[in-house]
């Protein structure tokens, strides 16, 4: 017998954020993390209340987006998986780097839990598609 | 020794489509339990095999 699943998961590591944050193009060193999370600037440079654990900070933000203006890039801890702040005004560019941005981090998630179990994992790229092939002998 | 082999595909989006092969029987689900524990498990359908390999297809989907 065989099987069809649907799985859906929340990215709960902050390395597949970091992760997906360098691949957009961000600098290691231009990505913040915290372990409490601290406040994020709006687009006025302001602190503002909503706060995160992982940010880009508006100035390398801006370079990315191009947009007029620029709030941080944000993201907080919550529970044991992470809620991403964006600025209104850069919505309509995160919403173009997004699938990508998960793409990157349920490629490191695969990899790293079969790594884990013994797989050796043979990563090929094809396009926009990533073609991953674990092996093992048992 | 024996050797099985999962195929991943993810595109864009994240959703992470997977098919075993090389195992046989119910050997199948527990060697690949830990698939499910990759996240939520939203749909889960039993298919007929084909050829001599049993198969197992999976689709994730991670979200940010």
């Known amino acids: 017998m065989s099987a069809y699943k649907v799985i859906e998961c929340d990215i709960k590591n902050e390395e597949y954020i970091i992760a997906g944050l360098i691949d957009m193009g961000f ?8 372990p409490s999370p601290v406040p994020l600037a709006g687009y006025t440079g302001r602190l503002g ?11 390398h933000f801006k370079k990315a987006t191009k947009a007029r203006y620029n709030a941080d890039l944000g993201f907080e801890k919550v529970g044991d998986g992470y809620k991403t702040h964006i600025n209104s005004e850069e919505s309509g560019w995160w919403k173009s780097k997004e699938p990508r941005f998960k793409q990157v981090a349920a490629t490191l998630h695969v990899t790293a839990q079969a790594k884990k179990r013994g797989y050796h994992v043979t990563k090929v790229k094809t396009g926009d598609v990533v073609k991953l092939k674990l092996t093992k002998n048992y | 020794m024996a050797k099985h082999t999962i195929e991943v595909i993810i595109p864009l989006g994240g959703t992470i489509e997977s098919e075993v092969h090389g195992i046989l029987g119910t050997a199948c689900e527990t060697e690949c339990a830990w698939i499910d524990k990759l996240g939520k498990l939203v749909e889960h359908r039993k298919t007929a095999d084909s050829g001599k390999t049993r198969k197992v297809a999976l689709v994730k989907k991670v979200n940010t």
Not at chain 1, 27 to 34: G, Y
Not at chain 1, 49 to 59: D, E, G, S
């Open chain 1, 27 to 34: 600098p290691r060193e231009q990505i913040e993390v915290h």
């Open chain 1, 49 to 59: 209340r909503q706060k995160a654990n992982i940010i880009v900070r508006r100035n």
